[in-house]
C-alpha cells in the first residue's frame, strides 16, 4: 500500500471512530517518514512556498491525487498541499512526540503563513479549497492558534457563495468543523444544526456504487461527530451508520 492509499485508509477509519494499535500506530509512522521526500516533483518554492517541502505526490507531473471525499482537484496547489498536509497531520496525531515530526510541522506552519490560501483572504479557484485543508491541519496540530484557525473559518464564509461549488467544499468544511475544539466550533455548527440533524433523521444514501460504498458511510460519520459535540447527543458518538436490508441504502439510526 503506497503513502497516498494509507493516509486515505486511515482518514476514512478515523472518521468512523475506528482505532489503532500501538504495533499499527508505529507502522504507520514509520512508513510516512520513510516515504518523506521520495521526489522532487512541485518542490520548486519560490518566495510565496505554495507547493510542500517534506512530502511531495509521487507521481508525474500532471497527476492529481484525490482528496479523503474522492474529489479529484483541478491544481497541482490543491493536490499537493493536500498530500503533504494530510500526511504530516496523521504523524502528528499518531507521533506528537516526535522530533523529526515536530520539525516538519513546525516548517509546514511557517510556510503557510506565507502562502494566499493558508494565511490570507482568498477565494480564487481552488485556493478556497486548499484553505480548508489548512484548516482541519491547524485543527489537529495547532488548535492554540485561534485567529489563525477563525481566518480560515473566515475566508470560507466569505468565499462560499462567490460562485456554484461542488459538493466537496462543504463536506469538507464540515469535517473540518468536526475536528474543532467545540468551543471554536459551535457557532459555525449552530449555523448547520438543523440541517444536520434532518440528514441524519430523515435523509439515506445510494450504496450502488464503488465511491457510494467508499465515501457515503464517512460523510454520515462526519455528521455523527458533529452533532455527537453536543452533550445531548453524545449517545450517538459511537455510533455507525447501517444499510437497509430492504432498500440496501444507508442510514443512521438517531433514537435513544
Not at 140 to 156: C, G, H, K, L, M
Request: charged share 25%; proline share 5%; with cysteine.
Amino acid at each position: 500500500m503506497t503513502s497516498y492509499e494509507l493516509m486515505i485508509k486511515i482518514n476514512h477509519h478515523l472518521i468512523k471512530g475506528c482505532e489503532f494499535s500501538s504495533e499499527q500506530i508505529s507502522a504507520i509512522v514509520s512508513q510516512f517518514l520513510s516515504d518523506k521526500n521520495t521526489s522532487a516533483y512541485v518542490n520548486n518554492n519560490t518566495g510565496k512556498k505554495l507547493y510542500p517541502i517534506f512530502y511531495t505526490p509521487p507521481y508525474n507531473y500532471g497527476k492529481k491525487l484525490k482528496t479523503i471525499l474522492n474529489q479529484t482537484p483541478k491544481t497541482q496547489i490543491f493536490s499537493a498541499n493536500m498530500y503533504e498536509l494530510e500526511i504530516l497531520r496523521l504523524l502528528y496525531l499518531f507521533a506528537p512526540e516526535n522530533a523529526e515530526v515536530h520539525t516538519m510541522i513546525s516548517k509546514t506552519l511557517e510556510r503557510l503563513k506565507a502562502t494566499c490560501f493558508g494565511y490570507m483572504d482568498d477565494g480564487v479557484g481552488e485556493c478556497f479549497d486548499t484553505s480548508l485543508v489548512v484548516l482541519r491541519f491547524l485543527a489537529a496540530v495547532a488548535p492554540s492558534e485561534t485567529e489563525w484557525i477563525q481566518s480560515r473559518i473566515d475566508n470560507y464564509n466569505h468565499h462560499y457563495a462567490d460562485k456554484k461549488r461542488p459538493w466537496f467544499s462543504l463536506w469538507y468544511y464540515w469535517l473540518s468543523l468536526s475536528e474543532l475544539p467545540f468551543d471554536i466550533a459551535y457557532p459555525e455548527i449552530e449555523k448547520y444544526k438543523d440541517e444536520i440533524l434532518n440528514r441524519l433523521v430523515n435523509k439515506s444514501c445510494v450504496m450502488n456504487s464503488e465511491h457510494d460504498r467508499l465515501i457515503h458511510p464517512v460523510i454520515l460519520c462526519i455528521l455523527r461527530n458533529i452533532i455527537s459535540k453536543y452533550p445531548e447527543y453524545a449517545y450517538i458518538k459511537t455510533r455507525q451508520p447501517y444499510v437497509n436490508d430492504k432498500d440496501g441504502r444507508l442510514y443512521f439510526d438517531m433514537s435513544n
